[in-house]
């Protein structure tokens, strides 16, 4: 790939407008309709059961409501022969196994168990505070981190890039009304890793091109650091991007939505990492003084 | 020279590599699904003889036995698959009888002279494998609740006895208060209790005409006191656990005051919860008088396996329940005893009835709620499993009455100081410190687990191969330095997994397919800033050279920050989480290692030290 020469930095105010536009329609998202917590993060009972053949969903509810579950979702899960019965949080040890008997007495078919799960409503709480802190623990490690190895101005760009992704997959969740469990918090952070690692290498490029190319205006400059690593920018992306799809199709339901949650970050962490961080660099009047150390006082007149 | 290793780099590498490979090697064995035989009792254990029935049992069946073995645990018996495994559990069970469990499993095929090094396949988690997790939390409130309760009957009685007249005893929200119409008296329980319990904080309170005395637990000892029941009820769980005859158990504490039990490979997985939430309970009993009616007494026999017998009254005195603690030592004759403390209620009611019965015997009764499965042959020759649930009474210890029993008394008599300790081991195991519930499970069936592996390696080896294509066409030359690179990497990520015997979590496949589209960052890194001096005009040699070494920090920097979340991720996360940060963050450990010294190593061997040439890159 040639080293290309795209005005990215003059097109920063209509990208700007564009990410301020996704992250308050993900803020608005986010606060009206909210996340679709998973039961991880909820508390309750969830069944997981596999027919020999597909069954009706209808004929499982009533079945299910004969024998006194109320209050009970019935989904498929990944095939027609899978089937999650999720429940409101009242649990007995041995739940899992008397809505097996109930299932299988009413559909005369082969029904084993797949899973159950039951977390209590307060580790579920639990389970959210860890998350929610979690996530601000490593954009403040990761801010300290890029301060000391950078400079203060990378480090409020690439954290404010990363609030940025974060964000706006989590829009993307509250507006498609996609399941937000364990797997999806873990890849949210693996989101942050990802993008935090095209960012810096864009940052690190700045960095150099600060010290070398000394009669650059920083505009220029920032857009010819983004332009030289558009190329490996780009080949890193769609490796990456290859593999979650192939998880995507091919890892089974029960990473579908980590999957998701992956690619969407990803596609995101790349547009930002180009558009975002330097963006807030310029924004933040970078200069080349920034990096390159003042000269040191004279020490002569400390000299007796 | 530009562009050549010195030989102990070479080699250095090639030593790592090797390293790598064996450990990773035990992974490509698949486990053999076994059976796992276990003795119940200390009494029986297994044997050559336990194994030899077992064989004729499956010879008779017609079922194929891969292999027997004596491990440490027990007994193993090998199968080609899952079914005969399956077919033979039952038919074990019938063989073996009560004294033996036997449970489904998998276990590892490493060859010998592999385990000898050491090596073993990964741990695999409970969604790969099937499996119960249980979160059980220990309702300590409730301890320290009943601690305070005993301690209150005990200075209700201290009060009494120096005629120190006080109203009323309260505990509310784990502040027990005592009520006095005159201050004097309050002041002088206050300075006899402190004398008495100095392990309590004391607070003095006046409201309206009444006086009180607040009596609480100091910060320590609340502190212990928690400590203590959680303690208490791992010992429970892990003796119940064990009778499970689990091949690798997890029973370990999770917080203050929350208890993971995880049963890797169970297969039948209500039985394991019916044993885990079972109750287990003890009674003390007099022995029945001569003259007494047959309907009201009972025999049973001593729990020692002596064969003796002892008529009971069936009126219990106490249960276990109200058993505060209990421990061994000796009494002024060097003889064994056992020391134990009930609560105020249970306390009363041994007094009530002791008082009047001191010369007579009396037992205590170890009661096990149990179901037990059967296979029973039906009349088509298959074998049914028979589920019942039964309760087991054994005699402990039988003991003379000396004198009215309080709330702390001695039993003794007993044989040895083992058999002294053992009891009030059993006496604390059986009654639960604190009470237990459960805050979370996970049922993972077994084929679920299978499923899970099936998908997991599928999506790693197609991402593998779409990585490797799209590298080879993009990179060419250099691209096949990448893609063995990433082979390697893959090799290196599976032997520290097992080498650390990390778990392996259907989200870990996940980080490792993840990390194999990362790993091929740090040689894009590298490769377009070689394409880059290229095209500025260096020579071969030095652009291979600059590459590499500009490269560096910015892999450097890119890594260690995704590194720092990985760790992060780790702190926070439990379970398939965790997985998932254990195999990112050792994947970008390896991955560095692999993507900038053995891709540099292959580029050295076939362009370095020569004359600069093109490139296929």
């Not at chain 1, 004969?66 to 009242?90: E, I, K």
């Not at chain 2, 087991?392 to 008599?413: D, P, V, Y």
Request: net charge negative.
């Amino acid at each position: 790939m040639k080293v290309t020469n795209i005005p990215f930095m003059a097109m920063r105010k209509i990208v700007a407008m564009f990410s301020v536009l996704l992250i308050l329609i993900s803020i608005g998202s986010l606060a009206t309709k909210g996340l679709q917590f998973g039961l991880d993060f909820t508390g309750g009972t969830l069944v997981e059961v596999k027919y020999d053949e597909a069954p009706n969903l209808d004929d499982v509810r009533a079945v299910l409501a004969q024998n006194n579950y109320s209050d009970v979702v019935v989904q498929n899960f990944g095939s027609p022969t899978d089937v999650v019965v999720r429940m409101a949080n009242s649990y007995t040890a041995t739940l899992g196994d008397e809505v097996l008997v109930t299932l299988k007495e009413g559909d005369k078919v082969g029904v084993s168990l797949q899973r159950s799960e039951y977390v209590g409503a307060q580790v579920g709480e639990e389970l959210r505070e860890q998350g929610g802190l979690g996530m601000l623990l490593a954009l403040a490690i990761v801010m300290l981190y890029v301060a000391v190895r950078f400079q203060f101005k990378f480090s409020v760009a690439s954290v404010a890039a990363l609030a940025h992704d974060v964000i706006i997959t989590l829009g993307v969740f509250s507006i498609f009304e996609i399941e937000f469990d364990l797997t999806v918090l873990a890849a949210l952070l693996a989101v942050i890793g990802y993008s935090l690692n095209d960012t810096i290498v864009v940052c690190d490029r700045i960095r150099e091109n600060f010290r070398i190319m000394r009669e650059t205006e920083p505009e220029a400059l920032i857009n010819e650091s983004i332009n030289q690593t558009l190329g490996r920018t780009i080949i890193t992306s769609m490796t990456t991007l290859f593999v979650l799809v192939v998880l995507y199709l091919f890892g089974g339901e029960a990473i579908n939505n980590f999957s998701f949650a992956l690619l969407v970050g990803i596609v995101i962490g790349t547009y930002s990492s180009v558009f975002v961080a330097a963006n807030l660099l310029l924004a933040q009047g970078i200069t080349r003084e920034d990096l390159i150390p003042a000269p040191k006082e004279e020490l002569e007149d400390e000299l007796p | 020279m530009l562009n050549k290793y010195p030989l102990w780099k070479y080699l250095l590498i090639l030593a790592v590599l090797a390293f790598g490979v064996i450990y990773a090697l035990p992974n490509l064995y698949p486990d053999d699904p076994a059976l796992q035989i276990s003795a119940q009792k200390a009494t029986s254990a297994v044997d050559e003889r336990t194994l030899k029935t077992a064989q004729k049992a499956l010879d008779k069946a017609g079922i194929e036995l891969k292999a027997a073995e004596l491990t440490s645990a027990g007994g193993t018996l090998r199968f080609d698959n899952g079914e005969d495994q399956l077919a033979a559990k039952p038919v074990i069970a019938a063989a073996l009888g009560d004294s033996y469990v036997t449970a489904l499993n998998l276990v590892p095929t490493t060859p010998d002279w592999l385990a000898s090094l050491g090596a073993g396949p990964a741990k695999l988690g409970l969604d790969l494998r099937g499996g119960v997790h249980f979160l059980l939390e220990v309702d300590t409130p409730a301890a320290l609740k009943q601690r305070l309760e005993v301690a209150a009957s005990e200075m209700k009685s201290a009060l009494r006895k120096e005629r120190i007249r006080y109203r009323s005893v309260a505990i509310k929200d784990g502040v027990m208060s005592i009520r006095f119409l005159k201050d004097a008296d309050r002041d002088l329980a206050e300075s006899l209790l402190k004398d008495q319990f100095d392990s309590y904080l004391y607070r003095t309170l006046e409201e309206g005409k009444s006086f009180y005395l607040t009596v609480e637990f100091s910060e320590a000892e609340q502190k212990e006191i928690e400590i203590y029941a959680l303690q208490q009820n791992l010992t429970t769980l892990r003796n119940r656990v064990n009778e499970l005859g689990v091949a690798e158990p997890l029973v370990q504490r999770q917080g203050s005051n929350r208890i993971v039990v995880e049963l890797p490979g169970v297969q039948d997985t209500a039985a394991a919860k019916r044993i885990i939430g079972a109750t287990a309970n003890l009674e003390f009993r007099l022995e029945a008088g001569l003259d007494a009616n047959a309907s009201d007494t009972e025999t049973l026999t001593f729990r020692n396996g002596s064969g003796r017998t002892a008529q009971l009254e069936k009126d219990i005195i106490i249960t276990g329940d109200s058993v505060s603690d209990a421990n061994s030592s000796f009494d002024e004759n060097g003889r064994p005893q056992v020391n134990i403390s009930l609560d105020s209620k249970g306390g009363k009611q041994m007094a009530k009835v002791t008082r009047s019965a001191v010369g007579r015997n009396m037992a205590v009764v170890f009661i096990e709620h149990k179901s037990r499965s059967r296979f029973v042959e039906q009349e088509d020759g298959s074998l049914k499993e028979v589920r019942r649930s039964y309760s087991e009474k054994g005699i402990i210890s039988l003991a003379t009455i000396q004198t009215t029993l309080g709330n702390s008394f001695r039993i003794t008599g007993l044989d040895s100081p083992r058999e002294s300790s053992e009891l009030a081991l059993l006496l604390r195991a059986g009654a639960l410190a604190a009470p237990i519930y459960f805050v979370e499970e996970r049922t993972i069936g077994p084929s679920l687990g299978a499923e899970n592996i099936q998908l997991g390696v599928t999506s790693a080896q197609i991402g593998m191969l779409v990585v490797m294509l799209f590298m080879l066409v993009y990179y060419k030359a250099f691209g096949v330095f990448a893609n063995v690179s990433l082979i390697l990497n893959i090799v290196l990520l599976m032997a520290c997994m097992s080498l650390l015997t990390a778990t392996l979590t259907l989200p870990g496949i996940a980080g490792i397919v993840l990390t194999m589209g990362m790993a091929v960052d740090a040689n894009v890194l590298i490769f377009s800033r070689i394409k880059e001096e290229l095209a500025n005009g260096l020579p071969s040699q030095q652009a291979i050279h600059s590459g590499f070494n500009r490269a560096f920090t910015t892999i450097f920097d890119a890594n260690i920050t995704t590194l720092l979340v990985a760790v992060i991720l780790f702190a926070v996360g439990t379970g398939p989480v965790k997985g998932f940060a254990v195999t990112l963050s050792l994947g970008i450990l390896t991955s560095m290692f692999t993507a900038i010294v053995v891709t540099r190593a292959q580029v050295n061997l076939v362009y370095g030290g020569r004359k600069n040439k093109r490139l296929f890159i």
